[in-house]
């Protein structure tokens, strides 16, 4: 879990430095987010259970929605002209659900959705065809 954390927050991170540098909020980093927190707890559970994926898909909602903040707030604090570190450091609670309300379109579903869906997806662990033979060998 800690490896799929750790991939939300850089990918979260490298989300909004996109968007910021672009100026635009690109969708298709959000299934860029699923796929390195599905990636990264695949690496580092190795599990095939059902809980994978579903913290996986956790991970990447997770992952989206804090790319999303940190993005609307670099563009808040630009045009308040205050710094991007000061601006963090005031954040609240009600100032986030109203930022989080203001920048929603209909389209992050699709994509949130999306990323939710490679979260999942890309969590569990692979059998190599090596497995598959050792397992045939075992049960024979």
């Known amino acids: 879990m800690a490896a799929g954390l750790a991939g939300a927050l850089v990918s ?7 968007t910021a540098s672009t100026g635009y909020q690109i969708g298709y980093v959000a299934i860029a987010v699923g796929f390195v927190v599905g990636f990264a707890i695949r690496i580092a559970g190795k599990g095939m259970d059902p809980i ?11 992952g989206c929605a804090v790319g999303n903040l940190l993005s609307v707030s670099y563009f808040v604090a630009d045009e308040l002209d205050l710094s991007f570190a000061d601006f963090l450091l005031n954040l609240n609670v009600p100032l986030v659900v109203e930022m989080m309300k203001a920048s929603f379109s209909p389209m992050d579903l699709l994509f949130y ?9 890309f969590s569990f662990r692979q059998i190599t065809q090596d497995e598959l033979n050792e397992l045939a060998a075992a049960s024979a």
């Open 12 to 18: 979260a991170i490298a989300w909004a430095a996109i």
């Open 52 to 62: 994978f994926g579903y913290i996986g898909a956790g991970l990447a909602l997770l």
């Open 113 to 121: 959705g999306l990323a939710i869906y490679a979260g999942y997806k």
